[in-house]
């Protein structure tokens, strides 16, 4: 079984709403697990997924539902604040309420977004990062 941020790439890659890192130069919102670059191969506007605590497993089904969570961080471009909103809203339409899905093996149950999208600041080169969770039940 993946990172659950690994397959939520995939979901997103394959959704059209992010690239492959290898083709974010010419086209940007390249999509990262566990980091957003800042060097000078990765354009300004790009997403980053980051695992992060989720619930207990669920032993009441037949078999253990995993329950992790992950962040999903947008930068956008220098003073780009609209289109980094947007691009954070269209991942939120990209995953929220999946539902029986298998990715890489995986089976997602569900994947449902947890709050809004949150501005958390701009950078030091005034780009603007912002954030949203999901919370996801998988299994095996």
Known sequence: MN?????????????????????????GWAVHVSTIPDDTNTPDTCIGIFDSP?????????????????QIRV???????????????AIASALHQRVNETWNGTKYVQIMQKGDVMFVAYDEKNRPLLSLNFDIKRSE
């Not at 669920?58 to 992950?70: K, L």
Request: aromatic fraction near 8%.
């Open 75 to 89: 930068r956008g471009a220098v003073f780009g604040y609209k289109a980094a909103w947007t691009k954070a809203k």
């Open 54 to 70: 989720g619930l207990d497993p669920d032993d009441s089904f037949d078999g253990s539902i995993d329950q992790p969570s992950v």
């Open 3 to 27: 990172p659950s941020s690994e397959d939520i790439k995939d979901i997103l890659i394959s959704s059209a709403v992010g690239v492959a890192d290898g083709f974010a130069v010419s086209s």
